[in-house]
């Protein structure tokens, strides 16, 4: 693994960038297709490394998917379709196809078991494999299921009530996913709102399911039946450009066919707080998605608190909001996020050491992080953590360093935005 060095002599950024297909959605429409009865065509796919763990998941126990670039046809089969997968599954770097999958994989009629990467290893899986037993599930697997690998003993399930102990869309889904599975009702309660990507994918595919005061109430009686996905550009990957936007002087940057969800939009309500100039154009919806186009201008930054339900909103978000943060005028604390401590690293230790490392006044809470700006970035070697947003924050710190910054490697960015390099080149002036 070469280090890479990383510097740009005063740009600016100027242009149009169209980014990738969001990363929640391309994953759900993948299993929502394969669990389908008919053709579900995607288009504008994710054709990132996390995405194709589930197309691989699904091809492994017998769905026909055929792929063209970031155009995906699945020949859904059905629930009673899908066969035992002749091997374990490798699910890499995903978390989000690890947690859904143990949802779906609870309860189907034969035994699966699933491993991933040294990242994924360490990441808790007991959030979803507690609430799965209780509904029936037979899942084994290290230190009693709290960790990969794992091995699920599908079977019958029957539907609970259950009120989510954290801010976390992946263990809302793997219910919602076990409970079209599951005998009568299953009901999740959840506190704040988080991505509800799957709860309005499920509708559109013909689910049974509503929301009403008891919560999102799903059951085995609805007829799933495919349906045409169009994926919008993913928020979490315009973020980067939209703080780049905002802190590299004389910029500005329009970002198409963005997904608007309302429980994404958070880093946007943060920018507005802030003082920055964007505007939002060309609003629409497709599939019961918002998408829209963002235009953000350089324009100078003030500090602000982000904290409580805007959270779950932006959680992806943080590192590149700590570094915008750096260099706005003021005190930005970032609280009620510990969610951000079993990522795919620990990343309030890796957002604060890094900035740290390149000159910023920050610091570590428990949950979160405290950022004192404007501070001029000097350089200095960083390192990813295998991890693609704290790689991609650290070269878009570069954009704003003094001195070149050294990274210890760029491969993990394609696990979210395999075009990053590209849509950056095309903007530079």
Known sequence: MSHVQFEYTSPK???????????????????????????????NFLDGEDCLRTIHAFRAMGVQIEKDGNTVLVHGNGLEGLKKPTKALDFGNSGTTTRLMLGLLSGLPFETSIYGDASL???????????????????????????????????????????????????????????????????VQEETETRNHTEVMLQAFGADLKQNKEGIV????????ACDV??????????????????????????????????????????????AAITVSNERTTGGEKIGDLTIKYTALKGTMIEGDVIPRLIDEIPILALLATQADGKTIIKDAEELRVKETDRIEAVCQNLQVLGANITATEDGMIIEGPTKLTGGKISSYMDHRIAMMGVIAALISEE?????????????????????????Q
Not at 218 to 225: A, E, H, I, R, S
């Open 121 to 187: 290893t360490k990441r808790p899986m007991d959030r979803v494999v507690t609430p799965l037993r209780k509904m029936g599930a037979v899942i084994d697997g290290d230190a009693d299921g709290k960790f990969l690998p794992i091995t699920v003993q599908g079977g019958t399930l029957d539907g609970i009530t259950y009120r989510l102990p954290v801010k976390s869309a992946q263990v809302k889904s793997a219910l919602l996913l076990a409970g079209l599975l599951a005998e009568g009702e299953t009901v």
């Open 230 to 275: 169009e994926v919008p550009g993913d928020i979490s990957s315009a973020a980067f450009f939209l703080a780049a936007g905002a802190i590299v002087p004389g910029s500005a940057i329009t970002l198409k066919n963005v997904g608007l969800n309302e429980s994404r939009t958070g880093i946007l309500d943060v920018l507005k707080e802030m003082g």
């Open 218 to 225: 799903v059951t085995n009686k609805g007829n799933l039946t």
């Open 404 to 428: 070149p910054i050294e990274m210890d490697e760029k491969d993990s960015i394609n696990i979210s935005y395999p075009t990053f390099f590209d849509d950056l080149e095309a903007i530079l």
């Open 13 to 43: 950024l100027e242009g149009d960038v169209i980014v990738p297909g969001d990363k929640s959605i391309s994953h759900r429409s993948i299993i929502f297709g394969s669990i389908s009865h008919g053709i579900t065509k995607i288009t």
